[in-house]
């Protein structure tokens, strides 16, 4: 014995697990990191909801009595399932309160547009919906586990039947990994649960809170690598203000005003003032400085500001307590399972129950009627009372479903006397009938467990999804290029002498004005050039000859130049572009042989090409030792092209003589219907090729019409957009309205006889109601009414000729009325659509007046126009020898053209 205590306490002196302290740290870390992973961090896909949110919500449900409960008596209750501090419990219910969709709040419960926070716990209240009392409850089919001390019992997870996850959104961060999770659109996202039912494929994207704009063109399902770029609403007021109407997701208007009046204080944009008038709804009023463009500010504020932020989703959720990166339609789907799996299991215990009321009813009515109740008046003991029922039920046994037990017999000694005398055999019949269709119908809904689920989710959308629309409007953004969009802060200075250039430099020449994330390019003598980021003060080489903005791919920017090649001694002439370099690497304008120097340089943003006076020493054989040259003869190359040979001749000096005109001809210009935007790119609707003085005309829904440059950087509403065409002021509008307090339907013709930019004109009539159905600038439009005659069904048709309807009128003439009853619908015929009127009208009426737009136009023309062009003189021709008439210019004479049998169309397209 005493061997044995002596052991005993030896080994309590021992150490019986030794553990390198490497190796626990390592334990440690992995234990802590499932901790925060599984029980802090990320939401399980079963319910949607982190442990904290999931303990709130069990904890009001405990307490739930229908009235409000306060915010800090909910954390209190929170608190004995929740491990954590009661500031962490209620941002969470403040958080979930914010969204609208489970909490009722009562108070201040603060905004997420503004980032005001809620008031203290004490002074706001909340109580559950009754979208959350139906969808995210049913002890039946809840899961339950004890709580962190043992007292208390807590679900695993809620019998949530909606994809709540997807709805709410989640954003969490773990140890190694995280989570981002953005709101979806409660309709559409029963609409797609609906279609995942019928096996049709999903494509559910977010919807924010915030409203605003957002390109969900890279979202990518949710899953990591994606984007999403959100913007604001940002409308013009007038020429001087834009209103802010939507902010991004994420941000607030407190911190989107600061990041304005950063970019102000940087000068990437230009503002007076920026005003918060924020109150049920978010604006925001930016003041512009005095001759800044609305629609290139726009662009700055998306491009400088928070007015554009990008988010990066990061789908991962606990699945079989493993977080897993899934697609948000992969989450859908899991959700809309896990809802018909839940469904099922009520609609099993439904039945069960069903079933079990039906046989104690049957079990009530046999004991009432058999007066089996009388025969244990005589019995002595309590076990002789449950045998004499059970053997006054065993002639009906076998009707039951199941074995009668003994806790049927002892619910069957609990029924009272009053009601014994009192049953009424009929209303039991009754009652029998109502559960067995009740019966009936949960075995349909069983074996149709797809159409019941439909009709659960078609059941949510009518009882809750009013009111709950899409706030976020899809769109497509360009791409904003900050250099071109930002606002001139800073002035470009040279030392040509000493081969300095930069904003610094304000003693020296100032060259123009740039911003700070220009580049610039320089040329020097020596025929070197190079690309350099503007600075202070850089240097780029002695004895600079031109120094400017560079903008890459700009297909405008042409320079001529003449060198002396520094091996041959011959003067070379060039006309070259600079569309793409590298970074502060040397470039030659010659061929880079040593000696050779640059003689004449000019930059000519639009392709200009000037006459220059070339002088020969007067020492050289040449005979003619003075002459002019006209850049506009050679062709315009690459920046490596050596050139052409002015002459072999020295050369005294090279002066100009005459500027030049553009030999770029006009610009390509698209509109891309989808953003609302101009390019150059051949996206979207080709207008046309523009000059100089060219303008593009839009018709807005409206019934107004607004005379717009054709600068890349505009901006057009589409939403509100009829048409958008190159304006041609010799083309008849032809257009149709709708007067919106008569309700009548009118035609008219005019001329656009206003000339203001930028300056929206209503040609309509401005009752309230009234828009524009139909405009084409087309030379003779036609288009098909489709109305319906009192008493009929059927509709009728029938075309109607603009020339032969009503004569060109003034612009703001009323017009004819168009007398059909019950107009269904207009529409242009197929050949007349308004995206080919433009070409039309131009066609017909920009002929050449003299000789010199007549070479204009034919430099322009196409193949098909010179084609038709010369089959018309032949026409001439033919018809001239056929009369001995002379005709004079200006009169009109008849062709008899003849319309070819094997189409419809006017030979030769003309007419």
């Known amino acids: 014995m005493e061997e044995e205590n002596l052991n005993s306490h030896e080994g309590e002196d021992q150490i019986h697990d030794v553990v390198a302290v490497s190796g626990m740290y390592e334990s440690w870390f992995l234990d802590y990191a499932s901790y925060v992973i599984l029980e802090r961090a990320v939401p399980a896909i079963e319910d949607g909801f982190k442990p904290v949110q999931r303990r709130i919500l069990h904890a009001m449900k405990e307490m739930d009595d229908g009235r409000f409960n306060k915010v800090a008596n909910i954390i209190g209750s929170t608190m004995q399932y929740h491990p954590h501090g009661d500031a962490s419990i209620g941002d ?3 958080n979930i309160g914010q969204k609208d969709l489970l909490i009722e709040t009562q108070g201040n419960w603060g905004d997420i547009r503004t980032g005001d926070r809620a008031a203290a716990p004490r002074y706001i209240e909340a109580r559950l919906s009754k979208f959350a009392l139906e969808v995210v409850f049913n002890p039946q089919t809840t899961n339950w586990q004890l709580s962190y001390d043992g007292r208390k019992r807590e679900p695993v997870t809620l019998p949530v039947k909606f994809p709540l996850l997807l709805a709410q959104g989640v954003e969490g961060i773990a140890v190694g990994l995280s989570t981002k999770l953005l709101p979806h659109n409660f309709r559409e996202l029963i609409e797609a649960s609906i279609a995942v039912l019928k096996g049709k494929k999903t494509n559910i994207l977010p919807d924010f809170p915030t409203g605003g704009l957002a390109d969900f063109s890279d979202y990518n399902e949710g899953k990591r690598g994606g984007r999403v770029r959100v913007r604001a609403k940002i409308e013009e007021l007038d020429k001087k203000t834009l209103v802010i109407k939507d902010i991004p997701f994420g941000t607030t208007t ?43 500010t726009i662009d700055a504020l998306y491009a400088f500001t928070d007015c554009e932020v990008s988010i990066s989703p990061n789908a991962c959720v606990i699945v079989d307590d493993k977080p897993v990166f899934m697609s948000v339609n992969d989450i859908l789907k899991v959700c809309t399972n896990q809802t018909v799996n839940l469904l099922k299991r009520e609609l099993e215990i439904r039945r069960a129950e069903l079933m079990e009321k039906m046989l104690f009813s049957s079990l009530e009515k046999i004991f009432i009627e058999n007066r089996i109740y009388r025969d244990i008046e005589e019995c002595e003991t309590w076990e002789a009372v449950l045998d004499t029922i059970d053997k006054g039920l065993d002639p009906f046994k076998d009707q039951f479903y199941r074995e009668i037990v003994q806790d049927d017999i002892l619910k069957l000694t609990e029924i009272k006397i009053k009601r014994i005398s009192k049953f009424d055999s009929f209303k039991a019949d009754e009652l029998m009938k109502k559960l067995q269709e009740e019966l009936e119908e949960v075995n349909y809904n069983l074996e149709n467990l797809v159409e019941y689920a439909i009709k659960y989710y078609q059941s949510l959308l009518d009882k809750y999804g009013k009111g709950r629309e899409r706030l976020t409007e899809i769109a497509q953004f360009d791409t904003i290029a900050a250099t071109v969009v930002a606002a001139n802060n800073q002035k470009l200075y040279v030392n040509r002498e000493d081969g300095f250039i930069g904003y610094g430099l304000k003693k020296d020449e100032y060259i123009c004005e740039c911003s700070d994330l220009d580049d610039i390019i320089a040329f020097r003598r020596d025929g070197k050039f190079s690309v350099v980021k503007i600075q202070d003060k850089v240097f780029v080489g002695k004895d600079i000859l031109y120094a400017g903005v560079f903008k890459k791919n700009d297909e405008r920017m042409v320079y001529n ?115 609302g935007r101009l390019n150059t790119d051949d996206r979207g609707e080709y207008l046309g090729n523009f000059l100089a003085d060219d303008k593009i005309i839009v018709f807005y829904q409206d019934g107004s019409y607004e005379l717009t440059s054709f600068e890349l950087t505009n901006r057009y509403d589409y939403h509100q957009i009829l048409t958008l065409q190159k304006f041609n002021p010799k083309a008849v509008v032809s257009a149709v309205y709708l007067d919106g307090k008569t309700k009548v339907h009118f035609g008219k013709r005019f001329l656009i006889e206003t000339s203001t930019v930028e300056k929206k004109f209503v040609f309509i009539s401005e009752e309230k109601g009234s828009r524009l159905l139909l405009v084409s600038s087309h030379p003779s439009p036609s288009f098909e009414v489709s109305y319906r005659k009192k008493g009929s069904k059927e509709t009728d048709k029938e075309i109607i000729v603009f020339e032969e309807f009503i004569d060109i009128k003034g612009w703001k003439a009323v017009g004819n009325k168009l007398n059909f009853p019950d107009i269904k619908k207009l529409e242009w015929l197929a050949n007349e659509d308004p995206g080919a009127e433009e070409k039309d009208s131009n066609d017909d009426d920009s002929g050449p007046d003299t000789k010199e737009d007549e070479d204009d136009t034919a430099s322009k023309a196409t193949d098909d126009k010179q084609e038709i062009a010369e089959t018309v003189k032949k026409l001439k021709e033919e018809f001239s020898k056929e009369t001995d008439e002379n005709f004079d210019v200006g009169s009109s004479i008849d062709l008899d053209i003849k319309k070819p049998k094997s189409n419809g169309e006017d030979q030769l397209g003309l007419f």
């Open 92 to 94: 969470a219910i403040v």
């Open 254 to 296: 407190t911190n989107l005003m600061d990041s304005i009046v950063k970019a102000n204080d940087k000068g990437k944009i230009k503002v007076k003032k920026v005003v918060d008038n924020t109150a049920k709804d978010v604006e925001i009023e930016v003041h512009l400085a005095p001759g800044v463009s609305p629609d290139i």
């Open 561 to 675: 130049a003449v060198y002396v090649d520094g091996k041959s001694g011959r003067s070379m002439i060039k006309r070259f572009q600079v569309l793409g370099v590298t970074r502060d690497k040397e470039y030659d304008v010659s061929k880079g042989e040593k000696g050779s120097r640059v003689l004449y340089f000019s930059a000519n943003p639009n392709g200009e090409a000037e006459i220059i006076n070339i002088s020969l020493t007067s020492g050289s054989k040449a005979k003619k030792k003075v002459f002019d040259f006209d850049f506009s003869e050679i062709e315009i190359k690459g920046r490596g092209s050596q050139g052409n040979i002015l002459t072999k001749y020295p050369v005294r000096k090279i002066v100009l003589k005459e500027a030049g005109r553009s030999t770029l001809g006009g610009l390509d210009i698209w509109y891309d219907a989808t953003i």
